[in-house]
């Protein structure tokens, strides 16, 4: 019966692809969006809008912001923006020099978000690793993402009035759709439920445990070609038994190289969720269906068999 019901929900969440934007160079607003989230964002509540061009910067090609730097390409889109909606949280640390310089209009999309404290560990050992005192990944709770929203809206209807009813109705239709997602992975999570806790190796899935009730036992930032120390791994293998864990996580194109030795250690699985930072261009459903995705993962992964069906 659920199967059915997740099924129809799923029918419903449809929302028009973002159509393609004229060059920045031709458009009347230039919008430029630091992450893959915000960029879908903004497609959504610009869309119809004539004159504005959203792009995003190539912050996607890596599955960690700690060591990005601007492209050429990139700084060519920071010059021509109007508009730079951002993140916030301290996570884009590599666009500090540019925007001492630009003259592009700040749209901090963190503002009056509820954040939580980091969960990176080991500031001496990581160094310039550490974001900050504020963990940046609250996109990962679609309530947090909402936000995200109303702050882009607020900023556009500030900077362009004459479109301000449009992108307020735009805005409301995201927000819907995005609590309609909520709702619809709080459900497929209590198909398997309890969940005796998460572990994963991305520090960036905080906001998406405490959304949906899901304890996080572990999260270890590993970065490519690296592993755990081995007190953490020591630590992981202990929490593993303890808990019986059947499957644990690493980030979608991340490492996995000490998942894949507690697995070996314990006999756990070790399955994929996703940051969702990268993807492409299109809709907002490229967000919703991440969010989706994420929840099907734990739910099969922790049942042993497929629950929830890919349709």
């Known amino acids: 019966m659920k199967q059915k019901i997740w099924s129809a929900l799923l029918a419903l969440l449809v929302l028009a692809g973002c159509a393609p934007s004229a060059p920045a160079r031709e458009a009347n607003l230039s919008v430029v969006a630091t992450t893959y989230p915000i960029y879908l964002f903004t497609c959504a509540i610009t869309e119809g809008v004539e004159g504005v061009a959203v792009e995003r910067l190539d912050t996607g090609s890596v599955s960690c912001l700690h060591d990005y730097t601007l492209s050429m390409r990139d700084m060519q889109k920071l010059e021509g923006a109007d508009v730079i909606a951002l993140n916030g949280a301290g996570l884009e640390e590599f666009l500090e020099d540019a925007l001492e310089t630009s003259d592009a209009q700040v749209i901090d999309c963190s ?150 030795a507690i697995a070996r250690e314990t006999g756990c699985r070790v399955g994929q969720l996703s940051m969702i930072m990268d993807g492409p261009d299109g809709s907002l459903e490229q967000y919703l269906n991440a969010v989706t995705d994420n929840v099907t993962a734990i739910v099969n992964g922790f049942a042993g068999k497929e629950v929830i069906g890919h349709e």
């Open 111 to 260: 503002r009056n978000v509820q954040l939580l404290e980091s969960l990176e560990h080991d500031h001496e050992e990581h160094g310039d690793h550490d974001h900050g005192h504020w963990d940046p990944h609250y996109w990962m709770d679609p309530a947090r993402a909402d936000r995200m929203v109303q702050n882009i809206q607020a900023g556009l209807s500030q900077l362009d009035p004459d479109h301000a009813r449009q992108y307020a109705e735009n805005a409301a239709e995201v927000s819907a759709l995005l609590a309609a997602r909520q709702n619809l992975a709080r459900e497929l999570i209590q198909m398997y439920h309890p969940i005796p806790g998460l572990v994963t190796f991305h520090n960036g899935f905080q906001y998406f445990a405490q959304a949906y009730g899901l304890p996080l036992l572990a999260s270890i930032e590993e970065e490519a070609g690296s592993e755990a120390s081995a007190k953490e791994i020591v630590e992981i293998t202990q929490l593993v038994r303890e808990y019986d864990i059947p499957i644990i996580f690493t980030e979608v194109n991340g490492s996995d190289a000490t998942a894949q």
